[in-house]
């Protein structure tokens, strides 16, 4: 079975471009989350969607934007990047009703995009 | 605000002991706990978790335990293999928080000496 797939896996942007994330869930899952991790931190909640809907938004400004398709795949943007935006950007997936007791979240090995 | 807490960046355990990684956390509304292995070049890969109704939870040679009075969870691996070579990500959810959003702590490298 084909695990949660993101694309591009590397990326080099200039401030203040714009970048498009993409990220496939698991076949079956209907719940797509969005997560920074910054070197020598641990992943940071950037969003969770949701059949479509956003669930949850973590503190990151309004620059960040994200949504779902009919298909359940989901697209994360970044405008007007800056420095400090620089992380690897991980997709997660899970069924999304049956909350982390049964259904943990299943990363992809993300997009490491760096901003110059 | 880091509301999980790994204390200990990186820990080396001889092949064969038992490798001992410590988690704190500070949020009371946080009701379960997971534990993540990452490799380089790859995602957070699901190991174990604990819900907060239990003190312990066993897998394999994975044994996670939690401590609600004191803010305390421990994953214990016994015994240790070179394979476990990796960085081990604490994580903590709350079912009032009404979404799945996990916070993770800042990790340990364990390293596992042959």
């Known amino acids: 079975d084909a695990g949660v797939t993101q694309s591009p896996t590397h990326l080099i942007k200039t401030r203040g471009q714009h970048v498009t994330l993409r990220c496939s869930p698991i076949?079956?899952?209907?719940?797509v989350s969005w997560y920074q991790q910054v070197l020598g931190q641990g992943p940071q909640f950037i969003f969770q969607y949701y059949e479509k809907e956003e669930r949850g938004r973590g503190n990151f400004p309004d620059r960040f934007s994200a949504r779902q398709f009919p298909n359940y795949s989901s697209e994360l943007n970044v405008n007007a990047l800056l420095l400090g935006d620089s992380a690897l950007y991980l997709c997660a997936s899970s069924y999304g009703t049956r909350g982390q007791r049964n259904s943990p979240l299943h990363f992809g090995n993300g997009t490491r995009l760096t901003v110059t | 605000d880091q509301q999980v807490k790994q204390n200990s960046p990186s820990l080396s355990v001889q092949e064969g002991r038992i490798s001992i990684l410590n988690c704190d956390y500070t949020n009371s509304m946080f009701d379960y706990f997971l534990w993540y292995k990452k490799y380089p070049a790859e995602g957070p890969t699901f190991l174990i978790s604990?819900?907060?109704?239990?003190d312990k939870n066993e897998d394999g040679r994975f044994t996670v335990f939690l401590n609600k009075s004191a803010k305390h969870l421990s994953l214990h691996i016994v015994p240790s293999q070179p394979g476990d070579s990796a960085v081990y990500f604490c994580?903590?959810?709350?079912?009032?928080?009404?979404?799945?959003?996990?916070?993770f702590g800042t990790g340990t490298r364990l390293t596992i000496i042959p």
């Open positions: 994580a903590a959810s709350g079912t009032n928080f009404g979404n799945e959003k996990l916070t």
């Open positions: 604990i819900s907060s109704i239990k």
């Open positions: 076949s079956g899952h209907k719940s």
